[in-house]
């Protein structure tokens, strides 16, 4: 009974939230003042809940969700045990009973691999992103636009690929409903917060090479991750992109609404300023569970211990017949949205609808009044017949 309130609480936030708005706040390293390491909490009111981002590099770049049914749940960190070997509760939630619901994402690897050998597909060695060299994220931090960036290379990078180039995630937070400016336009809510992955002058290690990056969910046991795909004709926030995914958390048995949410539409781009030209097909491989510990990072484990938990593995790709995009350009960036409850919904907008009605009402026009005209004409013939009379 307690889990199915909280998750109809849940729901219930999310949507409250959703329609009212919430006052977001960013804070770099609570309770620590060094920048050796990046914690960014992401602190998102609203008017009977709060919903916590925690994202993070220590171990491999992360993100904590956490919704709470208390207006003012506070973030707490036990800064010396979150960097020991053994982090498990060094990251909490005050007051503890306020927690509705968590999950956490973890990005694991960067695969490279090409398909310009004559014996098919070879794959170079994995960027482990947990041994990357990340930069201080407090330099990129904007309080007013509600961005930061998190950018690293590898901590050895022996043929030199990443010597004049980076990998990064972009974070930025809403305070209400909208749509990002630059494709592809993710739509958004107050209960949502978008991260965007850019690879930019990153050496390719073979002609015609694709990156494939990898990502972990981690839920609390009981709920589940499942793959969604979406098609639809509009395209107009999009241009040529008609399928979105999701990647969702469910209630045990797949029943209730989401709990959470990935978003992203089957693109990337292949430029810092895109246009429909510049799309980059993205595939999402098989949603597959793993056993096993949890991945090397060190705010979710903090947080949701090292108990048992559900971990699902998702392998997202950019490239296919555009491979040589990157060849080209060296730059590739990907967006995705990450929030709670149900992802947002793209409906037709107002001109689509009106551009509807004209092109199917015209027709309609035509032929009413090609009708009304040849009834007319008929009538004045049929009188014409008669003689006068004198």
């Known amino acids: 009974m307690a889990a199915a309130a909280g998750l109809a609480l849940l729901a ?102 090409s398909e310009a050998k004559p014996l098919g597909e070879l794959f170079y060695p994995t960027y482990d992103l947990s041994e990357f060299s990340w930069e201080s994220l407090n330099h990129t931090l904007n309080h007013t636009a509600l961005t930061a960036e998190l950018r690293g290379v590898p901590a050895s990078d022996p043929g030199g690929a990443f010597a004049n180039g ?38 390719p290690r073979g002609n015609g090479s694709r990156f494939v990056l990898q990502l972990a969910a981690l839920e609390p046991p009981g709920a589940q991750r499942r793959l969604r795909a979406r098609s ?25 609404s989401a709990l959470s949410f990935l978003q992203w539409k089957a693109a990337a781009y292949g430029s810092p300023s895109p246009r429909r030209e510049d799309g980059v097909r993205c595939r999402a491989g098989r949603l597959r569970a793993a056993n096993g510990s949890l991945p090397a990072a060190a705010v979710p484990r903090a947080f949701l211990g090292d108990g048992p938990a559900a971990l699902s593995l998702l392998n997202v790709s950019f490239g296919g017949e555009e491979g040589h995009v990157y060849q080209e350009k060296r730059y590739l960036s990907w967006s995705v949205l990450l929030g709670f409850g149900e992802p947002p919904r793209d409906s037709f907008s107002p001109l689509v609808i009106s551009i509807a009605a004209v092109a199917l009402g015209a027709p309609l026009a035509v032929l009413l009044l090609g009708g009304c005209l040849l009834l007319l004409l008929a009538r004045r013939r049929r009188y014409s017949e008669y003689e006068p009379i004198n």
């Open 12 to 113: 219930l936030l999310a949507a409250a939230g959703a329609e009212r708005g919430r006052k977001v706040s960013m804070e770099y390293n609570p309770g620590w003042n060094s920048s050796s390491v990046n914690l960014l909490h992401v602190r998102a009111v609203g008017p009977e809940d709060t919903l916590h981002y925690v994202w993070s590099s220590i171990g491999a770049p992360s993100v904590l969700l956490v919704a709470t049914r208390s207006p003012s749940s506070a973030l707490r960190v036990n800064w010396t045990q979150l960097l020991s070997p053994s982090p498990a509760g060094a990251v909490w939630i005050d007051p503890p009973d306020s927690v509705v619901y968590s999950t956490a994402v973890v990005f694991t690897k960067l695969f490279e691999f």
């Open 232 to 256: 639809s004709i509009d395209d107009e926030y999009t241009p040529s992109v008609f399928q979105e995914l999701s990647l969702v958390a469910e209630p045990p048995n797949g029943t209730g």
């Open 166 to 203: 980076s990998l990064a995630f972009r974070v930025t937070a809403y305070e209400g409903g909208g749509r990002a400016v630059r494709l592809p336009r993710l739509l958004h809510t107050a209960d949502s917060s978008q991260l965007q992955f850019v690879l930019a002058g990153v050496l």
